[in-house]
């Protein structure tokens, strides 16, 4: 069956996404040499077989099956939250102090404010943009309601950035700066600004790693609390993986901050003009929060440029039930996403989407 223009980025940004999670995945919370000296490539080159994407895409997944049953608010997110986010080897503290919350009856507009600041709205906002298609204001407002279920403030401005870059992004006319723009437009001056200082370094030619390092971190302590735990005699999952490791002074570095992790996302994306897949790579080897920041590039530029834009190959290293998967979103996702075209046809902004 001919898929659509519409469906072909859906489809594309899902897999893109879990594929820039899927590499991110070894180097995260590493500062970015680290990476480099333990993997070298990505995936490692000694990896047979598929790689698993972590809580990034598996919530990007429930907010798919959300918008596919019902509605996309959150409520219905909450719902939907409350019946998957529950395994501790799968999910962070945050996303399981939500369903916690949940099961108590807690209004879902208000959970958010109680949670730690991170990046789980940003990194799972992008459906939201994929449903309202060339209208990312409406995309923004629409992450800002039903992500308050996780996140509030800033962790709010990362899902409407998210959001509008990916509804930008569905555009067939859309360019790179149209969605650096779209991500821009909804936020505070201050998520803008850091947006656009980190696509101005990320433009340039060459490794822009140092320079990210150096000018668009965001320090919340987590470097800390890791090395901790890499430290203590019964670590946490997320420590496992670095304990084996021959870790140094310095080798450590991470952050959850949505005004760090965003920016620099979306500077890969404007690395990622002619060949999307090495953008994915470039950011899945940053180190950091590296799964998110290559997850989040993955899904604006699955948007961008479609299933053209990601190689067949590519797609080996997820796993089959996913690829299968994504084409049923993306059809479903076709049939909730005409009644937003239909204005948009009349605007002329959608005309080529179906």
Known sequence: MQLSTYTQKVKASLL??????????????????????????LPPKEFDGRILYSDDTALRLVLYDTILSSNVNAFAFAEQWSRNVLDNRVYWISELYVASMISTGEDPH????????GDNAAMAADPIGALYPC???LAALRAFETMSLCQSGKGLEGAMAVAAAVSRAMSPESTTDDVVDAAGRWVSKGLKRKIEDAVAIASNDGDPRGRL?????VEDGLTALIQNE???PIPLESAKRLRNLSLGSGDVSMSISPFEVVPIAIGYVTRGKNDPLKSIREAASFGRDCDT???????????LHGM??????????LPSELVTKADQIATGMSEKARHVTEFGKIAGLTKDLF
Do not use: Q
């Open 110 to 117: 208000r959970i958010g404010h109680g949670n730690l600041l």
């Open 308 to 317: 053209e834009g990601i190689p067949v190959s590519s797609l080996d290293l």
């Open 230 to 232: 890499i430290n203590s």
């Open 16 to 41: 893109a996404a879990a594929l820039g999670d899927a590499l991110g995945s070894f180097g995260e919370c590493l500062h970015y040499k680290a990476v480099d000296r333990e993997y070298p490539t």
């Open 213 to 217: 390092y150096d000018e668009s971190l």
């Open 135 to 137: 209208f990312d204001e």
């Open 293 to 303: 920041i290559a997850g989040i590039a993955g899904a604006i530029l699955g948007s």
